[in-house]
């Protein structure tokens, strides 16, 4: 467990078809030609601090500059925002209701975002789009982390289907601490002992242990269980630089550059110094 955020206990994968998770299906992750059984370099430094700059993302720490709700058990920093995090910039955003829907038991007037006016109304097909808060999803939330580690956004700002592709699979049983764990729809970032940090989803169900209070509430960045359900772990590989032969060349020299070459070391040679002994 990492010190300072408690591990929930309730598994965002275990939520299949709900509308809390990403856009990319199942085949788009276990079919990426990304995935590889080959041993994958590991650099424990690198790993680190990826769960170390989620981790301290999650508090409420530097680079997240909205703060916490007080008063609250638990980290409730960065909340969950459907499509937060996918601006041309890697970082929190206003979130959208593109293709989101709600699920059928949660309110329709919580959590309205700016990015939502428009898209309000019934047409939804489980209700209102109410949603867009300024914060992260799953994938903006893992884009983000990276970008800040690696200094470049080398997973990208698309679904977990297309991040994937920029990923190469961990054979199984060899995930190492900072390597992104893939669920149907859901992506996290690989803690240690069975847990992940991650942007679990819009929601926490009542009556559940991360949320007993009887009534749905915002979800927020925090460590979760592995649990069940896992496609694969990932990890981001950083290519090897590309290498250009040197030209050399073999045997005799064509005769025509040859005597080129002699004239010129001829000319290239200084004048003699005159003699001034006379």
């Given at each position: 467990?990492?010190?300072?955020?408690?591990?929930?206990?309730?598994?965002?994968?275990?939520?299949?078809?709900?509308?809390?998770?990403?856009?990319a299906?199942?085949?788009?992750?276990?079919?990426?030609?990304?995935?590889?059984?080959?041993?994958?370099?590991?650099?424990?430094?690198?790993?680190?601090?990826?769960?170390?700059?989620?981790?301290?993302?999650?508090?409420?720490?530097?680079?997240?500059?909205?703060?916490?709700?007080?008063?609250?058990?638990?980290?409730?920093?960065?909340p969950?925002?459907?499509?937060g995090?996918?601006?041309?910039?890697?970082?929190?955003?206003?979130?959208?209701?593109q293709?989101?829907t709600?699920?059928?038991?949660?309110?329709?007037?919580?959590f309205?975002?700016?990015k939502?006016?428009?898209?309000?109304?019934?047409?939804?097909?489980?209700?209102?789009?109410?949603?867009?808060?300024?914060?992260?999803?799953?994938?903006g939330?893992?884009?983000?982390?990276?970008?800040?580690?690696?200094?470049?956004?080398?997973?990208?700002?698309?679904?977990?289907?297309?991040?994937?592709?920029?990923?190469?699979?961990?054979?199984?049983?060899?995930?190492?601490?900072g390597?992104?764990?893939?669920?149907?729809?859901?992506?996290?970032?690989?803690?240690?002992?069975?847990?992940?940090?991650?942007?679990?989803?819009?929601?926490?169900?009542?009556?559940?242990?991360?949320?007993?209070?009887?009534?749905?509430?915002?979800?927020?960045?925090?460590?979760?269980?592995?649990?069940?359900?896992?496609?694969?772990?990932?990890?981001?590989?950083?290519?090897?630089?590309?290498v250009?032969?040197?030209?050399?060349?073999?045997?005799?020299?064509?005769?025509?550059?040859?005597?080129?070459?002699?004239?010129?070391?001829?000319?290239?040679?200084?004048?003699?110094?005159?003699?001034?002994?006379?």
């Amino acid at each position: 467990m990492i010190a300072g955020l408690a591990v929930a206990l309730v598994v965002p994968a275990t939520y299949a078809g709900s509308v809390v998770f990403g856009v990319a299906g199942t085949a788009a992750l276990a079919g990426s030609p990304a995935a590889s059984r080959q041993a994958l370099p590991h650099d424990p430094t690198t790993g680190q601090a990826l769960v170390s700059e989620a981790k301290q993302i999650a508090l409420g720490e530097s680079p997240w500059t909205k703060g916490c709700v007080p008063n609250t058990n638990g980290p409730h920093c960065v909340p969950y925002s459907w499509g937060g995090g996918h601006e041309e910039q890697p970082g929190p955003s206003d979130g959208n209701c593109q293709t989101w829907t709600r699920d059928p038991g949660v309110p329709k007037t919580l959590f309205s975002g700016p990015k939502c006016a428009s898209t309000v109304s019934k047409k939804h097909l489980l209700g209102y789009g109410d949603n867009g808060t300024y914060g992260l999803d799953c994938s903006g939330f893992t884009r983000w982390v990276y970008y800040l580690v690696y200094r470049k956004d080398v997973v990208g700002g698309g679904s977990t289907g297309t991040q994937i592709k920029n990923l190469r699979r961990v054979p199984a049983g060899e995930q190492e601490p900072g390597d992104l764990v893939f669920f149907p729809h859901h992506v996290g970032i690989y803690a240690s002992n069975g847990t992940m940090i991650d942007e679990p989803h819009t929601y926490d169900r009542p009556d559940t242990k991360i949320n007993p209070s009887g009534r749905w509430v915002q979800a927020y960045a925090r460590v979760d269980s592995v649990g069940k359900n896992v496609l694969g772990y990932y990890r981001y590989v950083i290519p090897a630089p590309m290498v250009t032969p040197t030209p050399t060349l073999t045997g005799r020299l064509p005769t025509t550059l040859a005597r080129l070459n002699v004239e010129y070391s001829v000319a290239s040679l200084p004048e003699p110094e005159p003699d001034l002994r006379n």
